[in-house]
């Protein structure tokens, strides 16, 4: 069963720790995102990388970086963790496809709390 | 900019009650509309995708159809186990662009 699969389901961090949160694919897919999710927010795009050791900023990258070593891997980082990124973090991968779109296989996601 | 409004927020049924939720949206050249289900605390779940107007799909007791400017699944005789958030989103054809755009989504309830 093909799936997108993140690291920790509940993560509790301190503030101006710096937190990791892992993402893995086994689709050979080239795009993958990350997205942060609160109530009455909606999805917000953080970072998302169509290539390896490639990236972009989405809605709101401020206090985020990722990286993308390999094509299957996608972290994402909180340099220095604050209580207003305390949420749900989704990561979602898709395959590349010029025509037609293709839609996102999400990850289960990571609810994060900074305390 | 590409947009989408889902409408309503929030729907109570009881079971056994049909009902429809909307998705209306506004893109760049449609490649894809997506429907997903959410239950609390998980990852979206992939239900639909739809690529051109008057294409339907059907799952169960789901279906999605689509206009030039909308989207709407309509649940045939809802269960309980039919309580998620719906999410619709689109993607366009804005160059480079594998976003997907989403809409904050519908909180589906079936009352037993």
């Known amino acids: 069963d093909v799936k997108v699969t993140q690291s920790s389901r509940y993560l509790v961090k301190r503030t101006g720790e710096k937190v990791f949160l892992e993402c893995v694919q086994d689709?050979?897919?080239?795009?993958m995102f990350w997205y942060r999710q609160d109530p009455g927010l909606g999805l917000r795009l953080i970072y998302f990388?169509?290539?390896?050791?490639?990236?972009e900023k989405g809605d709101i990258p401020e206090g985020y970086s990722v990286s993308r070593e390999k094509k299957e891997r996608f972290s994402l980082i909180l340099e220095s963790a604050s209580t207003n990124q305390t949420s749900m973090y989704l990561c979602?991968?898709?395959?590349?496809?010029?025509?037609?779109?293709?839609?996102?296989?999400f990850g289960s996601g990571t609810r994060l709390t900074v305390v | 900019e590409d947009q989408v409004t889902q409408s309503p927020e929030a729907l109570r049924l009881q079971e056994g009650e049909s009902s429809s939720l909307n998705c209306s949206y506004t893109?760049?050249?449609?490649?894809?509309l997506f429907w997903y289900r959410q239950d609390p605390g998980k990852g979206p779940e992939f239900l639909f995708t739809?690529?051109?107007a008057g294409e339907e799909k059907e799952k169960e007791r789901l279906k999605a159809t689509l206009t030039k400017k909308e989207s709407f699944l309509h649940i045939t005789a809802p269960k309980p186990e039919d309580s998620a958030t719906y999410l619709c989103?689109?993607?366009?054809?804005?160059?480079?662009?594998?976003?997907?755009?989403f809409g904050k989504g519908t909180k589906l309830t079936v009352n037993p």
């Open positions: 979602a991968s898709s395959l590349l496809s010029p025509g037609q779109g293709a839609g996102y296989t």
């Open positions: 689709m050979d897919h080239e795009n």
């Open positions: 990388s169509y290539d390896v050791k490639m990236k």
């Open positions: 893109v760049s050249g449609l490649r894809g």
């Open positions: 739809l690529y051109s």
């Open positions: 989103a689109v993607q366009g054809d804005k160059s480079g662009s594998e976003k997907l755009v």
